[in-house]
């Protein structure tokens, strides 16, 4: 019945694996579906940061490529993903070695540029970024516009 239930209504299952454990009947647990769960967990908080710091680049891109379109919002947005980027690192800080992983790199300049693509209908954007990690998370360097 369990297994049904994760199937059907997800919370309902979840909040009845969470009795069980409290009650101590690890016997009628599902196992298999709560270790899908907690692998879950992990891929949601990889891509929360790799959108992040996806809608970060596309900024710092439209900041470069755009300058007389640069603005407060620009900034303030910029600044909040700045902002929730460390935020996140400090509460998963097994994230951290993501930033340094060159397919990771790869894979959210790849959607970087898409998005800023799409804001902008610019094309031309470099291959690869041209910018270290430290710099795009530091809070107030900029890219020369």
Not at 21 to 45: M, N, P, T, Y
Not at 88 to 113: G, R, T
Request: aromatic share 8%; net charge negative; hydrophobic share 45%.
């Amino acid at each position: 019945m369990t297994a049904a239930r994760y199937e059907t209504d997800v919370v309902a299952w979840s909040n009845e694996q969470a009795r069980l454990i409290r009650a101590g009947h690890f016997d009628q647990l599902d196992l298999e579906h709560i270790a899908e769960e907690i692998e879950d967990v992990g891929k949601s908080e990889q891509r929360e940061l790799a959108t992040r710091m996806a809608v970060l680049i596309a900024h710092l891109l439209k900041w470069q490529y755009q300058p007389g379109r640069q603005s407060a919002s620009w900034q303030r947005t910029i600044k909040e993903q700045r902002r929730a980027l460390a935020f996140h690192l400090k509460q998963v800080p097994s994230l951290k070695p993501k930033l340094a992983d060159p397919e990771w790199q790869e894979a959210i300049w790849a959607d970087a540029v898409t998005l800023a693509i799409n804001e902008t209908g610019m094309g031309g954007f470099p291959d690869q970024c041209p910018w270290a990690v430290a710099d795009i998370l530091a809070q107030e360097w900029l890219p020369a516009g």
